[in-house]
């Protein structure tokens, strides 16, 4: 049993709803099986084949079920092969013939199959994506009887691991209209030549690849869909290539692209979607894009382009992004009016003048921030009535706010920060009900804070600091039960806190520093742990005992007040504390034991005695700091003449004791134990567990079945015969806290209170001189990697993906929601158990707590785990939240959708598929297709948790959902 001072974590009712919803989501797939289906498409039997034919499926089919996982993609050798898995055939009066075969994720690497493909010449179509293909077949390429490519019209070999050279496929196909190579390491000398080969391609998608050289402009005129993005092609974009009038699709993201872009798309007269992000291009941007009145989406972001942005260019187009570049000069007037455009992006260029412009009611999406735009804010911006996220920060815009503002009542994200807007803030502004983040920070506000903010009950950060804001805190803020974060710093707000501030369950941040704050400091929220500031205001009274249970709190900084009064006992619980600021109150008595990490400032209290010995305080470092000075270079000339002696001493003594060390290091093999200790309440575990069989375990390394990137794990079996997991932690490595094992031992007890089906709880450590090992309940399965990408990579069904995602989202929401909330420092699919094929348990829940990310060698993934999973904001905040981790299950949930690892040759799964969210019809092209087709049903539920998932690896933190929201959204999933 879990006492409950050890932490109501949210989520212990969750278990009896996911078991209701079980049966719900079983019998939801009773209406049509896949079986059912399958049986009602071949009511009417198919012609059979020649015999040839059917001699040469019958040996693909050897090949298919030797290699395949999965019972779903095993073909009968009894039935029609026109009627197995993947296959299509057309039909005849007597007879049937393959013409479409489709082996996408089967598990197959033998290419031997090639040659029986070959030998089919009726085939159109073949598809052998998301295999592990490394090499075509001589056959398949070269030989010149290979019947089948003369009248082959779509072939899709992507994300495989080809690295063939592209001329290897050159020349042999005539009738070839689509070419898929994409996600693999394909090369070419001449990439021009090779492609020109290809008499009527039509669609050629080489992206992720490494191809090089210049961009070709030797194709058929036929072409209408070049993808050639994430390669390695270089020099300038060529005026050959508009000339391919039939272009419709032209992408070259992530290359290394220089010059200027020609000129002359007046001449692509089809193009839809032009990509040119993230290479070196420089130039203005191409006034002729305005006449191509098909187009509908531009990116050129992250380039070095220069100039003004021509009028019209977004006459057409939906979405537009050249944010990340050199562009200058005004705004054009018709720029925001295209009467289809939604997306418009140009963050972080030099855009000066007015914002005056019409909107369209179709923008969803307007970010103008870190530019040079002075003037007011439009009042007609309420037009975009669709608008839901609005960035205009870190510019020169003056002005009030206006009023209109509040007639965009979509609006979830309002980013005015860093600009010079003065006045007060309307009323109107409260009619922004769907607000989810709003930031005014840094501007020349003034007045009171409207109370009709006591709308916005989605609001989950406000920050109002650095402005003039005066008045009172209205109470209708204590009302938003969603906030987590609220900065109200540098003001003038006077007025005391309202006690009803303690109502805020999941506030994690309260700023409230340098105002004119009257009164005494009320109940505060428990959920407080990131910072508590109250400082420079005119708070009088105790420091109440309430602050001091705050176990998670980071910061606390209640200087430059009024406070009298002794501090706290109950300050010894807070242990996360980093940082307590008591400067300059009317302090007195003693600072009770405080932990030792933590820097303590507790100047101007003369009646104030700081007994931690560890914790210096800020005012007593400044008095000692010359004294140390003359001591440290008193003693500067002996250590000087002692220091050889002693270096060679004990270099001496050093290289004996390895020596020694090598040879036995301890008797019979086995690690030394200098302390273990039981942590669970379980008796027939502490009845089972035998510390020095552990060890003995871990000292074979045949019985390791686990390495993550932190952890080794080993194979225990007890005197008993029951069987646990026993994890290595090395205390070598410099990233754990060497030397801490009193607080590594207390945290593993915290943790080994918890008790959640989804998670990996501790039951017992054992500290030895090096290393630090804990001990777990052996269930494991495997993890979901090895499920969706190894061996096992083809078992796995929809129901099953769709439980794991269920289980991680409770057990996650779970470890966010304890008192003391449990932040993961990897979560991955690497580090995710399976006890069966729909239960997952989180692992690796204690590496936030006993690593020390002072001591990293400076590699980010080093301390933020695996690549792939990382939030892009670590690389900036370098700190781990709740948000991260909510994008790091973003990621395992894509990875469930689509059956790809989260990185790719180089390209992350996220990113991949955020660019092709874009459009309903792309989506489609982000879900594993073996999966989502087995029925309506499922392909319906999948799109839903795709929307979640890209929901989660939102590239800014606040527009994440909170994992309990997620939790929800993925039971409504339907």
Request: aromatic share 8%; net charge neutral.
């Amino acid at each position: 049993m879990v006492e409950r001072r050890y932490g109501p974590c949210a989520s212990h009712g969750f278990f009896l709803l996911r078991l209701l919803l079980a049966f719900l989501f079983f019998f939801s797939f009773i209406d049509v099986p896949p079986a059912a289906a399958a049986a009602a498409t071949t009511t009417t039997q198919s012609p059979p084949l020649t015999d040839t034919q059917k001699s040469i499926m019958n040996d693909i089919a050897s090949l298919v079920n030797s290699e395949s996982a999965s019972a779903n993609t095993r073909w009968n050798a009894a039935d029609n092969p026109c009627n197995w898995t993947g296959i299509s055939c057309r039909n005849s009066s007597s007879f049937s013939a393959v013409t479409s075969i489709s082996l996408s994720n089967f598990g197959l690497s033998d290419s031997s199959i090639f040659a029986h493909l070959c030998r089919l010449d009726t085939l159109q179509s073949l598809d052998l994506s998301r295999n592990s293909f490394t090499n075509l077949s001589a056959q398949f390429f070269a030989n010149s009887s290979c019947s089948m490519k003369k009248g082959l019209l779509s072939l899709n070999l992507s994300t495989n691991q080809l690295a063939n050279s592209l001329s290897d496929l050159s020349h042999h196909f005539p009738q070839l209209e689509v070419l898929d190579l994409s996600f693999n390491s394909f090369s070419s000398r001449s990439l021009s030549a090779d492609l020109g080969s290809f008499p009527k391609l039509r669609s050629f998608n080489a992206s992720t690849n490494k191809l090089s050289g210049d961009v070709p402009t030797s194709m058929v005129s036929s072409l209408a869909e070049l993808v050639l993005s994430r390669n390695q092609l270089n020099g300038s974009i060529p005026p050959g290539l508009f000339k391919y009038e039939n272009l419709t699709l032209l992408d070259l993201i992530q290359n290394n692209l220089t010059g200027v872009v020609p000129d002359n798309f007046t001449s692509l007269s089809k193009l839809e979607t032009l990509l040119l992000s993230d290479n070196l291009l420089t130039g203005e941007i191409p006034a002729s894009l305005s006449n191509v009145t098909t187009l509908t989406r531009f990116a050129a972001n992250q380039n070095n382009l220069l100039g003004s942005i021509p009028p019209g260019v977004t006459k057409y187009v939906k979405m537009l992004d050249l944010s990340y570049n050199d562009i200058s000069g005004n705004i054009p007037a018709d720029l925001f009016f295209g009467m289809n455009l939604e997306t418009i992006d140009l963050t972080s260029n030099n855009l000066e003048g007015y914002v005056d412009a019409k909107f369209s009611r179709s923008l969803y999406r307007l970010r103008l921030g870190t530019n040079k735009l002075s003037g007011e804010i439009p009042g007609t911006i309420s037009n975009a009535s669709n608008l839901a996220y609005l960035e205009l920060d870190n510019n020169h815009l003056e002005g009030n706010i206006p009023l209109n503002l509040g007639g965009c009542k979509n609006l979830t994200l309002l980013n005015l920060a860093s600009n010079r807007l003065q006045g007060q803030v309307p009323n109107e502004i409260g009619n922004l009900k769907n607000l989810v983040v709003l930031k005014l920070q840094m501007n020349n506000l003034s007045g009171s804070i409207p109370s009709t903010f006591s709308n916005f009950i989605n609001l989950n950060a406000l920050n109002l600091s650095y402005n003039s804001f005066s008045g009172s805190i209205p109470d209708g803020i204590m009302k938003l039960q969603n906030l987590s974060s609220m900065n109200l710093q540098a003001n003038k707000i006077d007025g005391v806190i309202p006690n009803s501030i303690s109502s805020l369950k999941i506030l994690i941040e309260l700023n409230l520093g340098n105002n004119l704050l009257t009164g005494s400091i009320p109940e505060m929220p428990a959920s407080l742990s990131t910072a508590l500031n109250l400082s420079h205001n005119l708070l009088s009274g105790n420091i109440p005992s309430n602050i001091g249970f705050l176990r998670e709190l980071e910061i606390l900084d209640l200087s430059y007040n009024n406070l009298s009064g002794q501090v706290p006992s109950s300050f010894v619980n807070l242990n996360s504390l980093t940082e307590l600021v008591l400067a300059y109150n009317q302090l007195s008595g003693f600072l009770p034991t405080l932990p030792k990490h933590a820097a303590v400032n507790i100047t101007g209290n003369p009646g104030l005695t700081n007994t931690n010995s560890n914790n210096m305080d800020t005012g007593s470092k400044k008095k000692r700091h010359t004294i140390l000075i003359i001591i440290i270079a008193l003693a500067g000339a002996l250590i000087g003449l002692c220091l050889l002696a002693i270096i060679v001493t004990l270099s001496l003594s050093k290289k004996v004791y390895r020596i020694e060390d090598e040879q036995s290091p301890s008797e019979d093999g086995v690690a030394q134990i200098t302390s273990g200790r039981l942590v669970t309440m379980n008796s027939i575990h502490a009845s089972a567990i035998d510390f020095m069989k552990a060890m003995e375990a871990v000292s074979n390394y045949s019985n390791i079945f686990l390495k993550t990137r932190f952890c080794t794990y080993y194979k225990a079996v007890m005197p008993n015969g029951s069987t646990y997991s026993v994890k290595k932690l090395n205390w070598s490595d410099k990233i754990f806290q060497i030397g801490s094992q009193e607080k590594f031992g207390h945290e593993i007890e915290v943790l080994g209170k918890l008790s959640n089906s989804n998670v990996m709880v501790p039951l017992a450590y054992v500290l030895t001189e090096d290393n630090a090992y804990l001990l777990y309940e052996h269930v494991h399965k495997g993890t979901v990697f090895d499920f969706l990408h190894g061996a096992k990579s083809d078992i796995l069904d929809w129901p099953s993906r769709y439980s794991i995602a269920l289980g991680v989202a409770q057990g996650l929401t779970f470890l966010h929601g304890c008192t003391q909330p449990v932040l993961l420092l990897d979560l991955s699919t690497r580090t995710i158990h399976l006890k069966s094929v729909n239960e997952p348990q989180i692992g690796d829940i204690e590496l936030y707590k006993i690593i020390d990310p002072s001591k990293s060698t400076g590699s980010l993934s080093t301390i933020a785990g695996t690549v792939g999973y990382i939030p892009p904001e670590y690389a900036y905040t370098m700190r781990l939240t709740m948000a991260g981790n909510v994008y790091s299950f973003g990621v395992i949930l894509l990875e469930l959708l689509t059956g790809k690892p989260s990185v790719s040759d180089g390209t992350e799964l996220a990113k991949w598929a955020l660019s092709l969210s874009g459009r309903p019809d792309q989506r489609e092209q982000i879900l594993d297709t073996r999966v989502s087709g087995t029925s309506i049903a499922v392909h319906s539920q999948m799109l839903s948790v795709l929307n979640i998932a890209l929901s989660c690896v939102a590239f800014s933190p606040d527009a994440r959902p909170k994992m309990r929201n997620v939790l929800r959204m993925l039971f409504n999933a339907k």
